[in-house]
């Protein structure tokens, strides 16, 4: 199996690391120098459960959330964030004490949709679009644009990692961004500092992982 050399950084929170590789990496719409490894904190609970925690400190206070909507296969994080948020200890701003955490299905076109069994947990609710990072927010943006369709309210966006503030306007909030990690680039595929000086692509990478070239 290919593998790439990663390390992991101890934070202070309690099963919270951030996963990382020195490279050069291609994304569908862009090249960075380190890959960030979010896939076991998608799949292990420890970690799943420690990221939603840092999460909820964004929202648990002053946003109301109906729905989370998950992508990039977030949904172990999203049902303890969706148990954060609805914890007696927090002040929940739903009045209905309880949190839908859905997916959305993808067509062939790369359009987001929502089946009829779905769309109502979408309509009239107010929606935290929950990715595992936002780097160009081609997919968040898409996300919160099918929630608009389906007549959601977006309330914000959440990631584990994030390199942007704002994304169509809507906030963004993340556990960990480019000043966890000192010397971190993303360039346009065009402008990649790395390409001009010729160094080979190590991976092609994604929210679901990496393949090594």
Same mark, same amino acid.
Request: hydrophobic share 40%.
């Given at each position: 199996?290919?593998?790439?050399?990663?390390?992991?950084?101890?934070?202070?929170?309690?099963?919270?690391?951030?996963?990382?590789?020195?490279?050069?990496?291609?994304?569908?719409?862009?090249?960075?120098?380190?890959?960030?490894?979010?896939?076991?904190?998608?799949?292990?609970? $420890?970690?799943?459960?420690?990221?939603?925690?840092?999460?909820?400190?964004?929202?648990?206070?002053?946003?109301?959330?109906?729905?989370?909507?998950?992508?990039? *296969?977030?949904?172990?994080?999203?049902?303890?964030? +969706?148990?954060?948020?609805?914890?007696?200890?927090?002040?929940?701003?739903? +009045?209905?004490?309880?949190?839908?955490?859905?997916?959305? *299905?993808?067509?062939?076109?790369?359009?987001?949709?929502?089946?009829?069994?779905?769309?109502?947990?979408? +309509?009239?609710?107010?929606?935290?679009?929950?990715?595992? $990072?936002?780097?160009?927010?081609?997919?968040?943006?898409?996300?919160? *644009?099918?929630?608009?369709?389906?007549?959601?309210?977006?309330?914000?966006?959440?990631?584990?990692?994030?390199?942007?503030?704002?994304?169509?306007?809507?906030?963004?909030?993340?556990?960990?961004?480019?000043? !966890?990690? !000192? !010397?971190?680039?993303?360039?346009? $595929?065009?402008?990649?500092?790395?390409?001009?000086?010729?160094?080979?692509? !190590?991976?092609?990478?994604?929210?679901?992982?990496? $393949?090594?070239?």
């Amino acid at each position: 199996m290919p593998t790439l050399t990663t390390y992991k950084m101890k934070t202070k929170g309690k099963n919270l690391y951030l996963r990382v590789a020195k490279g050069h990496f291609a994304t569908g719409r862009s090249h960075t120098n380190y890959f960030i490894d979010v896939t076991v904190q998608k799949s292990r609970v $420890s970690e799943a459960e420690a990221v939603a925690k840092e999460l909820v400190n964004f929202y648990n206070r002053n946003t109301m959330i109906d729905t989370i909507l998950c992508l990039d *296969e977030m949904q172990v994080i999203g049902a303890f964030l +969706a148990k954060e948020l609805t914890r007696g200890d927090f002040m929940n701003m739903n +009045a209905h004490q309880t949190v839908y955490v859905v997916t959305p *299905e993808q067509t062939s076109g790369n359009q987001l949709l929502f089946r009829d069994s779905v769309a109502p947990m979408i +309509a009239g609710k107010h929606v935290l679009i929950l990715a595992a $990072s936002v780097n160009t927010g081609y997919t968040a943006k898409a996300a919160a *644009e099918a929630v608009s369709y389906y007549g959601g309210h977006v309330v914000g966006i959440a990631s584990i990692f994030a390199t942007v503030d704002e994304c169509m306007g809507y906030p963004v909030s993340s556990v960990f961004n480019p000043h !966890d990690i !000192d !010397d971190y680039q993303i360039n346009p $595929s065009h402008t990649c500092p790395l390409c001009r000086n010729g160094q080979k692509i !190590d991976a092609l990478v994604n929210s679901f992982g990496f $393949s090594k070239l």
